[in-house]
């Protein structure tokens, strides 16, 4: 399974404390929206798959450094993979330490037509600020746009905006970026000003709310494809839409 044709679903959720069972609501999210899917495998030192029968009783004990081991379906020829790791204050945005999940799925058309509601499960059981779901290749375009870069000034590609790193921006609630599917909490949606009647009609109809008041919002009906004019134009006019996400501007 090359990269170019991944689903890359990543969300940002406040600090996990202790124990903390938002690591295995991430994983049991997945597996409910993937009827079938079981996360049940870790990867060794020796980079082999090993079976896990006890793998909730696992993924808590193995809890550190704010995150959790990746683990899989162990299934090399299909894989899926699901991780969580901690951020530091010292880099999180308004200072604040994070957690993050970052998991990665075959971009077929299973996961495709399933791929809102997993990021919505990821993203309402770890009680997540906000997170995406974007194609790998989209994925890669959209990270040139994080500003500034060791090499200098940014160089985002295909005409889009500069965004400031993650410790500038001013509160957790504020999006970094824009995906294929955006998962936006009641809190993110306020900070950015989504929705609005009239200028968010046409975002609407690819909308959904989900049971804690957030926002699953879609920006194409195809998976983000940023070679198609469409798309790129879909993206440009999210971002132009909404200063605030990337610290571009505040409210």
């Known amino acids: ?53 006890d793998r909730d009783s696992w993924l808590v004990e193995k809890i550190k450094d704010g995150g959790f081991p990746l683990v899989c379906n162990g299934d090399e020829s299909y894989p899926v993979t699901v991780m969580g790791r901690g951020s530091s204050g010292l880099f999180g945005p308004g200072g604040q330490a994070l957690f993050e999940v970052h998991a990665k799925l075959p971009l077929d ?25 974007t194609p790998h290749d989209a994925a ?67 909308a959904r709310r989900t049971a804690s008041g957030g926002w699953v919002v879609q920006l194409t009906d195809a998976p983000l494809d940023l070679d198609n004019p469409a798309h790129l134009d879909a993206l440009l006019r999210a971002y132009e839409r909404f200063p605030e996400i990337g610290g571009r501007s505040a409210r």
């Open 1 to 53: 399974m090359t990269p170019q044709n991944r689903l890359v679903l990543t969300v940002y959720a406040p600090a996990l404390a202790g124990d903390d069972k938002r690591t295995l609501a991430a994983v049991h999210g997945m597996e409910k929206a993937l009827p079938g899917l079981r996360l049940e495998w870790r990867v060794t030192g020796g980079r082999r798959l090993a079976a896990l029968p």
């Open 109 to 133: 058309a299973t996961v495709i037509a399933a791929a809102a509601e997993l990021l919505e499960r990821v993203a309402e059981g770890t009680r997540a600020f906000w997170g995406r779901a």
């Open 140 to 206: 890669v375009d959209i990270a040139y746009q994080t500003a500034p870069t060791l090499e200098g000034p940014p160089s985002p590609r295909r005409g889009l905006p500069a965004l400031k790193v993650f410790e500038h921006i001013r509160s957790p609630e504020i999006p970094y970026y824009l995906g294929w599917l955006n998962y936006w909490s009641a809190a993110a949606a306020q900070a950015i000003g989504f929705p609005d009647s009239a200028r968010d009609a046409e975002l609407l109809t690819r």
